[in-house]
């Protein structure tokens, strides 16, 4: 008998972290570590899988299997705030048609602390993945939960900016939220 195996393309990050052992797992063992800890070990799991990706097509015949699974998706398993990896689940969720799944991963990122490292441009890069995909609203939806979250970063300010021209022009109260603003 071949029982099928779950795998990311047919399964959303949500599902996986609770129904697959490994990864479940891989989710608990680091619970238990420090911040710093888990940060380290989801950034040398990011940066290394991409790595082992260029090195399997780089090196005839060279194929390295050591996991199944995604080296980002792993990284967000290992610490769940790690940004980049959100970044990256998300933009899969979305390709793999699970645009819910894919806006709660962005949207994430809003709720992290403003010292995240690179937040600013990882939340303006997630709003740049929906504006190329033609997802304004979407796209409305995440810059102006970042703008809540950070009302003084000007990209954040900018992306929405564009958002509403694309969709033909401002319409309705706007996320501004500093109401001694002349602007607002």
């Known amino acids: 008998m071949?029982?099928?195996r779950p795998n990311f393309r047919e399964m959303p990050f949500s599902r996986l972290i609770e129904e697959v052992e490994e990864i479940a797992q891989l989710r608990r063992e680091y619970a238990a570590k420090n911040e710093k800890d888990r940060r380290v070990a989801a950034d040398f799991q990011y940066h290394s899988s991409i790595a082992t990706s260029l090195f399997n097509e780089l090196v005839p015949g060279h194929e390295d299997e050591?996991?199944?699974?995604?080296?980002?998706?792993?990284?967000?398993?290992?610490?769940?705030?790690?940004?980049?990896?959100?970044?990256t689940?998300?933009?899969?969720?979305?390709?793999?048609?699970?645009?819910?799944?894919?806006m709660g991963h962005f949207l994430s990122l809003t709720r992290l602390p403003e010292n995240t490292e690179d937040l600013v441009t990882i939340?303006?890069?997630?709003?740049?993945?929906?504006?190329?995909?033609?997802?304004?609203?979407?796209?409305?939806?995440?810059?102006?939960?970042?703008?809540?979250?950070?009302?003084?970063?000007?990209?954040?300010?900018?992306?929405?900016?564009?958002?509403?021209?694309?969709?033909?022009?401002?319409?309705?109260?706007?996320?501004?939220?500093?109401?001694?603003?002349?602007?607002?």
Do not use: M
């Open 123 to 184: 939340i303006d890069k997630a709003g740049d993945f929906l504006i190329d995909n033609q997802e304004f609203e979407n796209a409305i939806k995440l810059y102006s939960s970042a703008i809540a979250a950070y009302p003084d970063i000007a990209v954040f300010h900018n992306g929405l900016s564009y958002c509403y021209e694309k969709l033909g022009g401002f319409s309705g109260p706007g996320p501004c939220v500093d109401q001694e603003n002349p602007f607002c």
């Open 2 to 4: 071949n029982v099928r």
């Open 66 to 87: 050591s996991s199944r699974w995604p080296g980002e998706l792993l990284a967000l398993a290992i610490d769940p705030t790690y940004a980049p990896a959100i970044l």
């Open 89 to 102: 689940v998300g933009s899969y969720e979305y390709i793999y048609g699970r645009k819910d799944e894919a």
